[in-house]
């Protein structure tokens, strides 16, 4: 097969891994990242000031963790074949089976280090174009760089390239979904989506309900419940079991069906009737799966927070192996 010079869309885990691959068949990988260093949603920002201009987190920022984030599977799961995520000896790192962030992200730098994909990557670099190449086969790829003008300013500049193929690595963590509650325009309380959480420390002393019981709700819940005056966690799934009841055994932490509606008075009213008056709604309900640089001629459409038309979630059929989507589930849903 001919050497292809191909544009990988991020530099999280689903791009170096991409870009590696890639460089091993003999292609060129140019990896494209909007971030200052690699590593994508493992890279730990804090989004202060924008999450207090815009807590729905419905501007871009660009990672999801929480201070306190560990792992939800073991290490042995999440390297790759040839360069096992094991602790590094005498690294100062986390040796935990299930880990910090932090961790992750030395993983994925080292990763990096080892196959020289760094010199792969255009950081400060963000996609914000692709289209099919009129001219012949391959692809335009419009991209825009931050660069320091007169004085300290920044300033972007859009240039354009041609490639063979398109690797889409993207992620999905990046523009928060939010449940829909009926009354919420009227409610007089603070509503914030876990994209922009960090640390328990905001919420000290008040009365928090908490929307979504999947990793993040559980997880930001309980990490709260020091510091809050109540948290109040409303959830989709079905009552909880005499186990969890156990597990959840806190005196300032209850489970609740979902919301029903919110009140001008201050009030949450849950499906069964129960209401408290909150000061934060806290949305832990995941994210909606967005392109923004994809033209439409690329075809790929996302319904019901599924992407499609692909072949095994990685390419479309009718542009195949041309352009592909790495890292993709199934389907992104709301699950509380």
């Known amino acids: 097969m001919p050497s292809r ?25 140019v990896v494209f990242e909007r971030d200052t260093a690699v590593g994508g949603n493992w890279r730990y920002e804090d989004p202060k000031a924008s999450a207090e201009d815009d807590p729905l987190g419905t501007r871009c920022v660009h ?43 030395r993983y994925l730098e080292a990763f990096a280090r080892r196959f020289n994909l760094y010199e792969l990557v255009r950081l400060d670099t963000e996609v914000v174009g692709v289209r099919k190449n009129d001219a012949s086969t391959g692809w335009k790829v419009s991209y825009c760089s931050r660069k320091l003008a007169g004085a300290g300013n920044e300033e972007r500049e859009e240039e354009e390239e041609v490639f063979d193929a398109v690797a889409v690595c993207s992620g999905h963590s990046t523009e928060p979904r939010v449940a829909d509650i009926a009354g919420i325009d009227s409610w007089p309380g603070k509503q914030m989506h876990s994209h922009n959480y960090r640390v328990p420390d905001p919420f000290h002393g008040q009365v928090v309900v908490v929307v979504g019981y999947a ?46 509606r919110a009140e001008e008075d201050g009030s949450v009213v849950f499906q069964d009737g129960n209401r408290v008056k909150a000061d934060v709604i806290l949305h832990c309900t995941g994210y909606k799966y967005n392109f923004p640089f994809l033209s439409d001629d690329v075809g790929i459409f996302v319904d019901d927070n599924r992407v499609g038309p692909l072949y095994k979630h990685v390419f479309p059929p009718l542009l195949a192996p041309h352009i592909s989507f790495i890292g993709l589930f ?7």
């Open 215 to 260: 990793p993040s709700g559980v997880d930001i819940s309980r990490d709260i419940v020091g510091v809050a005056k109540e948290v109040h966690v409303a959830r989709r799934s079905p009552p909880p079991t005499s186990s969890e009841m156990e597990s959840t055994a806190l005196p300032n932490l209850w489970l609740h069906p979902i919301i029903e």
């Open 63 to 105: 990672s999801s963790l929480y201070a306190s984030l560990r792992t939800n599977v073991p290490r042995e799961c999440m390297g790759f074949l040839d360069f096992p995520f094991v602790p590094a000896e005498g690294s100062g790192g986390d040796p935990r089976r299930f880990p910090g962030h932090e961790e992750v992200l």
């Open 5 to 29: 010079r191909v544009a990988v869309i991020g530099a999280g885990a689903a791009g170096l891994m991409a870009a590696r691959e890639l460089q091993r068949e003999g292609h060129t990988p």
């Open 330 to 336: 199934l389907k992104v849903s709301l699950i509380c």
